[in-house]
């Protein structure tokens, strides 16, 4: 903290109060409601860990039928999101896409009742609607192809998915399925992030569920918070053996450049999401048309920083091997986070609004160290400005 009490980036500053999770907290590791993040995702479906998020409690079996039941209807699109998506460049970050999407619906499809107490019903369309946004743009701008959209109830998210993914009939496999369900519930959620705490001071305005969720993508599109999955499979992509990743991450080392995926402000021991992501990745690098290197040369270098710079992977480091894995293009790991955490952020929303205390709109003060007043000067007695 500086001396006139300025903390950058709200380092330890606690904003408010939350029920949502614990990140690192009281010995409890990552917590979800209360449930261990290893137990959530080796046991539970995205949908029972996203209705734990929005509605407060881990739904009981017919409960859990109807709500899949709910949210693969709620995979459909309107007309005129498919027309919004059909205009968007093949070139654009599907980032981008999803941003879109998500104000195109909050058009068509507006909030009508009082701020926070649509919030569960909208997020419940919104991560669905991710889902096949994502998939129908991604083949109508690369192939011209206006895919059906995936609402077999039987199906859940991660399955339609990877079903509208592909396109090509195929039933995905098992682990396949398992990898993006568990990324699902291990992305869900984690406190006062950057995009949450984007999506909650939006919030505190009393503005709309669809503009707080707009912010959290903004928030989540930068390559400090969401993007780093996605850096580290571009610097392993064209590597093929274990030397050749050791050199690679020697060279950033030594330029003093950052080694993406590695880090995190709250875990300096460890991100308890690593030791699930590595295990999915380790599991696939074994099994059928797994990629071994890959693996291989991730498992160094996690050695390696280890050794020489006391760091510890967090959640996107082998994220980005086990999505690779599955096929899922490297461009889409951050908006399968946004899938994910759309959860989170409406969980948060909620409770900014109401659900955990009284909102107060967030509206933090600054340190001024800008010039000292000074007199007014008429345009024509001032001096030439430099560009």
């Known amino acids: 903290m500086a001396a006139d009490g300025v903390r950058k980036g709200l380092d330890g ?8 999770s614990t990140v690192g907290k009281h010995e409890a590791g ?17 949908e029972e860990v996203a209705y734990l998020l929005i509605r407060g409690i881990l739904p009981d079996v017919a409960t859990l039928a109807s709500f899949k039941q709910r949210l693969a209807a709620m995979r459909a699109l309107p007309a005129s999101v498919l027309t919004a998506l059909e205009v ?5 970050h599907p980032m981008d896409v999803l941003r879109t999407a998500c104000s195109v619906l909050g058009c068509v499809e507006p909030e009508t009742t009082e701020p ?5 019903n909208t997020c419940e369309r919104l991560i ?6 994502l998939c ?5 701008a690369h192939a011209g192809k206006r895919i059906t959209i995936n609402v077999d109830p039987q199906d859940n998210l991660s399955m339609a998915f990877l079903k ?42 009393l503005s709309d569920t669809y503009s707080c969720v707009v912010a959290g993508i903004g928030a989540l599109r930068g390559p400090l918070h969401g993007g780093a999955n996605e850096a580290v499979m571009y610097l392993l992509d064209d590597v093929r053996s274990v030397e050749a990743g050791e050199k690679k991450v020697r060279e950033l080392m030594s330029n003093k450049q950052l080694v993406m995926g590695f880090g995190h402000r709250i875990y300096k021991n460890g991100d308890p999401r690593n030791a699930v992501f590595k295990r999915l990745s380790k599991e696939l ?28 992977p967090n959640a996107d480091f082998f994220a980005a091997s086990a999505y690779h894995q599955v096929g899922v293009p490297t461009p889409f790991f951050t908006p399968l986070f946004v899938m994910a955490r759309t959860a989170g952020w409406c969980a948060h929303i909620s409770e900014q609004l109401g659900a955990n205390g009284k909102n107060k709109i967030i509206r933090p003060a600054s340190s001024y160290n800008g010039p000292s007043k000074q007199p007014f000067v008429q345009i024509a007695a001032r001096s030439r400005s430099k560009l």
């Open 88 to 92: 968007i460049p093949k070139d654009a």
């Open 116 to 120: 926070g107490t649509g919030t569960a």
């Open 13 to 20: 500053v606690i904003a408010d109060y939350t029920a949502v």
């Open 164 to 205: 509208m993914l592909r396109n090509d009939g195929s039933h995905p496999s098992s682990s396949h399925v398992k990898v993006i369900n568990a990324a699902f519930i291990l992305y869900a959620e984690h406190d006062f992030n950057a995009s949450t705490f984007s999506a909650r001071t939006v919030a505190s305005t």
């Open 136 to 140: 129908y743009w991604y083949h109508f």
């Open 285 to 312: 690098a074994d099994g059928p048309g797994g990629d071994r290197v890959l693996y291989d040369v991730s498992a160094h270098i996690e050695a390696l920083m280890e050794k020489e710079k006391k760091m510890y």
């Open 30 to 46: 990552l917590t979800y409601r209360g449930y261990a993040i290893e137990d959530l995702a080796e046991f539970c479906e995205f």
């Open 128 to 133: 669905p609607v991710f889902a096949s946004s």
